[in-house]
């Protein structure tokens, strides 16, 4: 008889799922944009947010790690995979409210549905406010931990209140902290729904809005191929591709990935690109941008896992 296998801590903080919630060594490459980097030791889909709460009560206890992909929109896996538990949430984690209140509008939806879901809301209900996120793919969850916005606007500013789920429960908090492409959120904690705050207004000028900047997308982003969107936050005072045009790395390409000839601070995967590829042109840019001007350009894409040197 074989010797029964020895219950590891990963075992032990996932018990109590249903199975379907769980997959072990789940590539993550294509649960996002740029289809690079390794698995994820399990990857879980919560069904509810007590279940949310369950799971990181347990890898609490267990001491595993945790960490969360939204729609992988802004997110570098590393090519070493992601050890313990990544969580995805669904869409449909807890009944979307919408209500209506005087001439203003909230609208409550899931930290994992698609940033486009508030925006239709926003259409079916005659209502205007979120029109800058329009076209920004990823989930909710993304979207309110990265601030995610345009120069027209951004999430935060339109967020009442936000839903977090921690190992001792699930609450509404208001008031979060943010910045540009940052909210502080509590450590460990997962956005699990978000209330949105919308308005009665100009529609034909909120549509014309939203034609305008999906028009602006599609001439200037290279979309047709992997990428996550903008490489570094653009620095104080400058444009952050503009400064990698500077130093002359529009278009410089290292082992499949490249920063895209459209728009120098985004990289494109040609194919098969690994997070060491992406990495490197990322240091590249950053050593000559400072050698250059003297400005440190800072990644607004996170990473996630392990980065193999
Ligand atoms: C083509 C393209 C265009 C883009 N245009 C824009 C733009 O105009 N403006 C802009 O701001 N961004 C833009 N982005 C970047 C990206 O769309 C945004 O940052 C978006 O908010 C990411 O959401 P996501 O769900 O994909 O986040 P992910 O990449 O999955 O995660 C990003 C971070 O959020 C955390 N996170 C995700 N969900 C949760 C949760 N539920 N609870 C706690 N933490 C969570 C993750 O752990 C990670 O740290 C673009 C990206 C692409 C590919």
Redesign the pocket.
């Known amino acids: 008889m074989m010797p029964a296998r020895a219950l590891t801590a990963l075992d032990a903080a996932l018990e109590g799922l249903p199975a379907a919630a769980v997959q072990r060594d789940a590539p993550l490459a294509p649960w ?3 289809r690079v980097g390794g698995a994820a030791e399990a990857l879980v889909r919560p069904p509810n947010v007590d279940a949310v709460v369950g799971v990181l009560r347990a890898a609490r206890e267990h001491g595993v790690p945790v ?9 570098l896996v590393g090519d070493g995979g992601v050890p313990g538990i990544v969580l995805k ?1 669904p869409a449909d984690l807890a009944p979307e409210q919408i209500e209506r209140v005087g001439e203003r509008g909230r609208v409550t939806v899931c ?2 549905a698609a ?1 486009a879901r508030v925006v239709t809301l926003m259409k079916l209900h005659r209502w205007v406010g979120a029109e800058f996120l329009a ?16 120069k027209h606007g951004e ?1 935060m500013s339109i967020v009442e209140a936000v839903e977090l789920a921690t190992p001792d429960g699930a609450g509404f908090v208001e008031g979060l902290s943010f910045r540009y ?1 940052h909210t502080e ?1 509590p450590t460990g ?4 729904r978000v209330r949105f705050a919308l308005r009665d207004g100009d529609l034909a000028d909120s549509q014309r809005r939203m034609d305008e900047d999906l028009g602006y ?1 599609k001439r200037t ?1 290279p ?1 047709s191929q992997p ?4 490489v570094f936050t653009n620095p104080p005072g400058h444009f952050a591709g503009q400064l990698i045009e500077s130093v002359k790395l529009k278009g410089h390409r290292i082992g499949n990935a490249q920063f895209s000839t459209l728009h120098a601070n985004w990289i494109v995967n040609l194919g098969q690109a690994t997070a060491k590829d992406v990495t490197s042109l990322m240091d590249l840019a950053q050593q000559r941008v400072r050698e250059a001007t003297g400005v440190e350009l800072t990644p ?1 894409v ?1 990473r ?1 896992g392990v980065f193999l040197p």
């Open positions: 996002c944009s740029v960490a969360v992909l939204g729609g992988g929109a802004n997110t949430l930290a994992g940033i076209g920004i793919p990823g989930t909710l969850g993304g979207a309110v931990t990265m601030n995610a916005g345009t999430c492409r959120l904690s997962v956005v699990t997308r982003q979309l990428n996550f969107g903008s607004e996170q996630l």
